[in-house]
């Protein structure tokens, strides 16, 4: 059993940056894959970024590739998403997610979700 809580989310202006956090609980999140997904207002649930266990593989959707950077720290058992050059369209609530699987996350069916942080990106 994995329990995530998100952290990091506030409301910006086109351009800045943010740094999201989720912090895992369980003994087990060192082992886990972790990602990021994202809701906007009226859209469904969308896949945002992935790390596998041990860092060495990262995905990311192409709306966010080379502007926003997953990465974790096992150690405190938390994943970040460093997000540069927002914009308006990056408004959304930010869910973090685990599962055991690399596949599971970047498929979109993690088994574990954290309740969310609002990013609002005004233009």
């Known amino acids: 059993q994995v329990q995530l809580v998100e952290s990091g989310g506030g409301l910006v202006q086109a351009g800045d940056s943010l740094r999201l956090s989720c912090a895992a609980s369980?003994?087990?999140?060192?082992?886990?894959?972790m990602g990021w997904f994202r809701q906007a207002p009226g859209k469904e649930r969308e896949f945002v970024a992935a790390i596998n266990w041990n860092s060495i593989s990262t995905y990311y959707a192409d709306s966010v590739k080379g502007r926003f950077t997953i990465s974790r720290d096992n150690a405190k058992n938390t994943v970040y998403l460093q997000m540069n050059s927002l914009k308006p369209e990056d408004t959304a609530v930010y869910y973090c997610a685990a599962d055991p699987l690399s596949t599971k996350v970047r498929g979109n069916t993690p088994a574990y979700w954290g309740p969310g942080t609002q990013v609002t990106v005004s233009s």
């Open positions: 369980g003994r087990a999140f060192s082992s886990y894959a």
